[in-house]
């Protein structure tokens, strides 16, 4: 990984997704992503519902960076983000997600749903959009930037893997 210089790119404006990006150049440098079903981990950062809302939003600042380092037309709508990239499913399921939860309806609904003693379908329904909200305001709010990619060094084996920028 050091001599591919495949390391995690380091200049995030907000909170990184480092391990997006480097799984990103690790794929286009030809490398394999195993996936193993029995495999688990723990990672275990307690949050409240208004504490969670400022991370997603953070997430979302964090977007502008990771569009430019991840060049893929289908990037922001896997984070929730409308876009004029989307396909038409997601732009519509986006704009009517964004018309029912907006800045007038988000504050009240945030509060309430902070206030819940027992969780039920809606509820969770609600918070995940709730979330998705504050991911795209984030996202909305942030400046454009134009980080620099971590350039990926050619293999030079014969028959290795193929070479990424």
Same mark, same amino acid.
């Given at each position: 990984?050091?001599?591919? !210089?495949?390391?995690?790119?380091?200049?995030? /404006? !907000?909170?990184?997704?480092?391990?997006?990006?480097?799984?990103?150049?690790?794929?286009?440098?030809?490398?394999?992503?195993?996936?193993?079903?029995?495999?688990?981990?723990? &990672?275990?950062?307690? &949050?409240?519902?208004?504490? /969670?809302?400022?991370?997603?939003?953070?997430?979302? #600042? *964090?977007?502008?960076?990771?569009?430019?380092?991840?060049?893929?037309?289908?990037?922001?709508?896997?984070? *929730?983000?409308?876009?004029?990239?989307?396909?038409? #499913?997601?732009?519509? #399921?986006?704009?009517?997600? !964004?018309?029912?939860? !907006? $800045?007038?309806?988000?504050?009240?609904?945030?509060?309430?749903?902070?206030?819940?003693?027992?969780?039920?379908?809606?509820?969770?329904?609600?918070?995940?959009?709730?979330?998705?909200?504050?991911?795209?305001?984030?996202? #909305?709010?942030?400046?454009?930037?134009?980080? $620099?990619?971590?350039?990926?060094?050619?293999?030079?084996?014969?028959?290795?893997?193929?070479?990424?920028?």
């Amino acid at each position: 990984m050091l001599d591919r !210089n495949l390391v995690f790119h380091e200049d995030w /404006a !907000n909170i990184g997704h480092e391990d997006v990006e480097l799984g990103y150049r690790w794929t286009r440098a030809g490398y394999a992503v195993v996936y193993e079903p029995a495999a688990w981990g723990e &990672h275990y950062h307690p &949050h409240d519902l208004d504490s /969670a809302c400022r991370l997603q939003a953070s997430i979302g #600042r *964090g977007l502008r960076d990771l569009e430019v380092l991840v060049p893929e037309p289908d990037l922001l709508e896997r984070y *929730g983000v409308c876009s004029p990239r989307a396909s038409l #499913r997601g732009r519509v #399921r986006m704009t009517v997600r !964004n018309t029912l939860f !907006n $800045r007038v309806t988000v504050p009240p609904l945030q509060r309430s749903l902070s206030g819940l003693r027992r969780r039920h379908a809606l509820a969770e329904w609600m918070y995940w959009k709730v979330l998705l909200f504050h991911t795209e305001q984030g996202y #909305r709010t942030a400046p454009r930037r134009r980080p $620099r990619p971590v350039v990926t060094v050619a293999e030079t084996t014969p028959g290795a893997p193929g070479v990424a920028g």
